[in-house]
Structure formats: C-alpha cells, structure tokens
C-alpha cells in the first residue's frame, strides 16, 4: 500500500502562483510514476502531469504545458506541483496518484493510489 497525502490549495487570483504537495508513504519503492489530475465540478477527472519518480522525466496535459511544473524530492518521498499563471479554468481539485507500473500512464484507471484531494479555486 501507498498512502499519499496532498496540501497546498487554497483560493488565488488569476494570474497567481501555487504549489501543491503530495507527501507519500508506505511502499513507495514500488512506484514508478506519480501523476496529478484535477477534477473541476461536473467534469470528468483529467490528468494534469506525470514524473517518473527514479528518473525525474516528466509530462504534461496540453493545458498546463508551460504554466505548471511537476518535480519530487526521493529523499522526502514528496512531489510537487507548481502553478503559474494560473487561470480560472484551472479550478478543481487536484488529486496526487501514484503508479505502480512501469509504463507512464494519463488515465486514471493506470494509478493505483490516490490522495484525498485539495481544492485550488482561481477568481477572475
């Protein structure tokens, strides 16, 4: 089991910056990928970002390429997300998630783990 704990959220004005984190716990030398997704209301659950957790290669949505940075700390067990310029379209909560396979995965069935969510709102 992986636990994975997120904080970071909270209420910013467009153009802003954030930066999440997610601390993980428990068998984290199985995990090869941690990824963000968010989930705005009444929309599905969408990926955000992925690194891998040896190798540090990281991905990204098409939405956030060049406004958000996804990096982690092996020594912490941590990953982080850093959000520029943020706008009010990135509105939702962001889960952390952690995958076990190999392979890098965007959808959500490919992570094993998830966190409880934080809520990031963006006011125009």
């Known amino acids: 089991q992986v636990q994975l704990v997120e904080s970071g959220g909270g209420l910013v004005q467009a153009g802003g910056s954030l930066r999440l984190s997610c601390a993980a716990s428990?068998?984290?030398?199985?995990?090869?990928?941690m990824g963000w997704f968010r989930q705005a209301p009444g929309k599905e659950r969408e990926f955000v970002a992925a690194i891998n957790w040896s190798e540090g290669n990281t991905y990204y949505a098409d939405t956030v390429k060049g406004r958000f940075t996804i990096s982690r700390d092996n020594v912490k067990n941590t990953v982080y997300l850093q959000m520029n310029n943020l706008k009010s379209e990135d509105t939702a909560v962001y889960y952390c998630a952690a995958d076990t396979n190999p392979i890098m995965g965007w959808r959500i069935y490919e992570y094993a783990y998830w966190g409880q969510g934080t809520q990031v709102t963006v006011s125009s």
């Open positions: 428990g068998r984290t030398f199985s995990v090869y990928f």
